[in-house]
């Protein structure tokens, strides 16, 4: 394998991802303007978001199986067009049902990018370095969010919606070219099995592995590591600094770039121990989730308006979620054949962004409940109550987690002979070895 060309790839790949989050997150970054620009109330700006986001998660097994079928290079092209289209769109459209439809496109070609960029690393890289190089993928491609929290930000409010919606486009534009000269889905020579031929064979893969406790147990992993970090910085966290915590604009678009900042510095450490101890990653995922779930404890229960240490505590935390996240692939890789990742991996991608968007949508109806639809009434305590839904949500992710993980457990000692045991017991027999 000519080293040079897997770098080129993988460059370009987590180009084209980056660009992707970028434009996903330039919502977030536009959440105030576009109440203004559409006229609309917290409950219409979450189903804007939301929109994109059901769309996102709904096409996550379709393009699994497409990236089986089809291989992730075309999924890729295809899935940066839509975006593009999407995000033309939504920078000419003054009307909340074109914004709509923007978002639902934008929605549409993001489904298809990360799934296919996470394929290719399969791909080109040998198997003990593909939790670390996936690691790298996820964590660079939270670049986008800055992106769009600042020169976006900036080209929004110095020459307004047009001009920043349409200057983003153009980035996906380059980084489509980029894909088109340079990505392949594997490497000449390569010996990976062939694809699938048939469609039926590809469907039925995906229903296999959907029954596989180990896939399920990636599932859950994702959907309660990243779905914190995605409300806040995809809707919630913006308006929440800037109408309840009284943060300029220029500030609360900065303070977003912590929780990416935080994951790109556990990502590489996180996939160091993800390829270091196997049998441990659902114990990485549940100290996440735990540590997650005091922060925002932390900052809910503060009385009255919380200090912004607290406000960066809590997301330097959830930042940990992301890269937590993609330990749910490492489950989809280790418990599917190769033949089945995309779908496979397609189904953990819909996790967090189920959690997400359920959520989003939540805390949307519940500021509007308390503040009685005004946005001069989104206060502290309207934040406080809907944040709170996330104990629901995400409760309910680990109690699922705990089920799958010990159905896996189960299957995994009938099948490898290897039994996983609790995690205290585990640190007592090394203690007890070391002495
Ligand atoms: N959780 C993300 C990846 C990530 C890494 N660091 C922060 N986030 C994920 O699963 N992404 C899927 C996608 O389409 O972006």
């Known amino acids: 394998m000519g080293s040079r060309r897997v770098w080129w790839v993988f460059g370009v790949g987590v180009f084209a991802y980056l660009i992707t989050v970028m434009q996903r997150s330039t919502l977030g970054v536009a959440a105030v303007d576009a109440t203004e620009r559409f006229q609309i109330d917290a409950a219409a700006l979450s189903t804007l978001a939301v929109a994109q ?255 912004m240490w607290l406000v960066i505590v809590l997301f330097v935390v959830v930042g940990v979620g992301g890269p937590g996240s993609l330990i749910g692939f490492d489950f989809a890789r280790t418990f599917n054949p190769i033949r089945a990742l995309g779908g496979a991996n397609g189904i953990v991608n819909v996790g967090g962004f189920l959690a997400s968007f359920v959520m989003m949508f939540l805390i949307g109806l519940i500021i509007d409940a308390v503040s009685g639809g005004s946005r001069a009434d989104y206060s502290m305590d309207s934040f406080r109550i809907a944040f709170s839904v996330q104990y629901l949500v995400v409760g309910f992710g680990v109690a699922m987690l705990l089920v799958a993980r010990s159905r896996t457990r189960r299957r995994f000692a009938e099948d490898e002979g290897i039994a996983v045991g609790p995690l205290w017991i585990a640190v007592r027999a090394r203690l007890g070895r070391r002495r």
Not at 138 to 154: E, K, R
Not at 179 to 192: K, N, Q, Y
Not at 195 to 223: A, N, Q, Y
């Open 53 to 307: 986001l059901i769309v996102y998660a709904a096409m996550q097994v379709p393009v699994g199986v497409l990236i089986d079928r089809l291989g992730p290079r075309v999924l890729i092209i295809a899935g940066l067009t839509v975006v593009m289209a999407g995000q033309v769109w939504l920078g000419l459209t003054t009307g909340l049902g074109g914004a709509i439809v923007g978002r639902m496109l934008v929605g549409l070609g993001d489904a298809a990018v990360f799934t296919s960029v996470l394929r290719l690393v399969n791909s080109w890289f040998p198997t003990r370095r593909v939790p670390i190089v996936s690691q790298w993928v996820g964590n660079i491609g939270q670049i986008g969010q800055i992106l769009s929290a600042v020169p976006f930000s900036f080209v929004l409010h110095a020459f307004g919606w047009s001009p920043a919606f349409l200057s983003a486009a153009g980035l996906v534009l380059l980084a489509l070219v980029g894909v088109l000269i340079v990505v392949r889905d594997r490497p000449s020579g390569s010996d990976e099995a062939p694809r699938p031929e048939t469609w039926g064979h590809v469907v039925r893969e995906v229903v296999i592995s959907l029954r596989r406790p180990g896939t399920r147990l990636g599932f859950w992993s994702h959907f309660v590591t990243q779905s914190s970090g995605t409300v806040l910085t995809l809707l919630w966290g913006f308006p929440f600094m800037v109408y309840a915590l009284g943060y300029p604009q220029p500030l609360a678009a900065s303070l977003l770039i912590v929780i990416v900042v935080s994951g790109m510095i556990a990502g590489p450490i996180l996939g160091v121990l993800t390829a270091r101890f196997p049998y441990r990653r659902s114990n990485l995922v549940l100290g996440i989730v735990t540590i997650m779930g005091v922060a925002w404890a932390a900052l809910l229960l503060w009385p009255g308006v919380p200090p």
